[in-house]
């Protein structure tokens, strides 16, 4: 049976991450307002976020740290923003049925603007075993903790979890498989970590 890894930003104490500094509006109805859309109405700005006493701090001062143009940039939408060369390893790697496509965005920093590119899911996907996978309620809307069927994913590369509203279409996490894993690692993509997904035959 293959192994599938859910794909998350490498922790770090201070990061530059990316900033949409639009509309004051929940990101679900920022989704619901890109149907159709393949671009970002505004552009990201690069900001530095510091973990204090008092949770999370951004400073609205240039970023200027060390690696600040990573792979898989964190977001304040918490958004799967990739750079080209993790756009093209994930779509080298579909099988085809995934029904993904891209919304390309800017991200500034120091004067400089660089094209980066959100992932977004076009169906919602049954991927669930869900008799072990632990829900919120009684209605299993909300997922708590994930559990797959491997009968149910082995079509798919590339997968996201249901949930909710419309945030499966552009989901704060999504997964892999073991062998678009083993690419990201062999080129050396940044700000990228995996964890294991729970699979079930």
Same mark, same amino acid.
């Given at each position: 049976?293959? =192994?599938?890894?859910?794909?998350?930003?490498?922790?770090? !104490?201070?990061?530059?991450?990316?900033?949409?500094? &639009?509309?004051? #509006?929940?990101?679900?109805? /920022?989704?619901?307002?890109?149907?159709?859309?393949?671009?970002? !109405?505004?552009?990201?700005?690069?900001?530095?976020?510091?973990? &204090?006493?008092? &949770?999370?701090?951004?400073?609205?001062? *240039?970023?200027?740290?060390?690696?600040?143009?990573?792979?898989?940039? !964190?977001?304040?939408?918490?958004?799967?923003?990739?750079?080209?060369?993790?756009?093209?390893?994930?779509?080298?790697?579909?099988?085809?049925?995934? #029904?993904?496509?891209?919304?390309?965005?800017?991200?500034?920093?120091?004067?400089?603007?660089? #094209?980066?590119?959100?992932?977004?899911?076009?169906?919602?996907?049954?991927? /669930?075993?869900?008799?072990?996978?632990?829900?919120?309620?009684?209605?299993?809307?909300?997922?708590?903790?994930?559990?797959?069927?491997?009968?149910? %994913?082995?079509?798919?590369?590339?997968?996201?979890?249901?949930?909710?509203?419309?945030?499966?279409?552009? !989901?704060?996490?999504?997964?892999?498989?073991?062998? %678009?894993?083993?690419? %990201? #690692? =062999?080129? =050396?993509? *940044? &700000? %990228?970590?995996?964890?294991?997904?729970?699979?079930?035959?």
């Amino acid at each position: 049976m293959k =192994k599938y890894y859910s794909v998350y930003w490498r922790d770090n !104490p201070e990061i530059a991450s990316a900033c949409y500094e &639009g509309e004051n #509006q929940f990101d679900y109805e /920022l989704i619901s307002r890109l149907e159709g859309k393949n671009e970002m !109405p505004l552009d990201f700005n690069l900001r530095r976020i510091k973990e &204090g006493k008092d &949770g999370l701090t951004i400073d609205d001062n *240039t970023v200027i740290v060390k690696d600040v143009w990573l792979d898989y940039q !964190p977001n304040n939408l918490v958004w799967p923003i990739m750079s080209e060369k993790f756009k093209s390893i994930i779509e080298a790697s579909l099988k085809g049925n995934e #029904q993904i496509d891209w919304i390309t965005c800017n991200l500034r920093n120091l004067g400089e603007t660089r #094209q980066y590119y959100i992932l977004r899911f076009n169906k919602q996907m049954d991927v /669930l075993d869900k008799k072990k996978t632990l829900f919120m309620d009684e209605r299993k809307e909300s997922v708590i903790k994930p559990v797959f069927s491997f009968s149910k %994913i082995k079509d798919y590369n590339l997968f996201v979890c249901p949930s909710s509203y419309n945030f499966w279409k552009i !989901p704060s996490s999504f997964y892999v498989n073991e062998d %678009i894993k083993k690419k %990201i #690692q =062999k080129e =050396k993509l *940044t &700000g %990228i970590e995996f964890e294991k997904a729970i699979i079930t035959e």
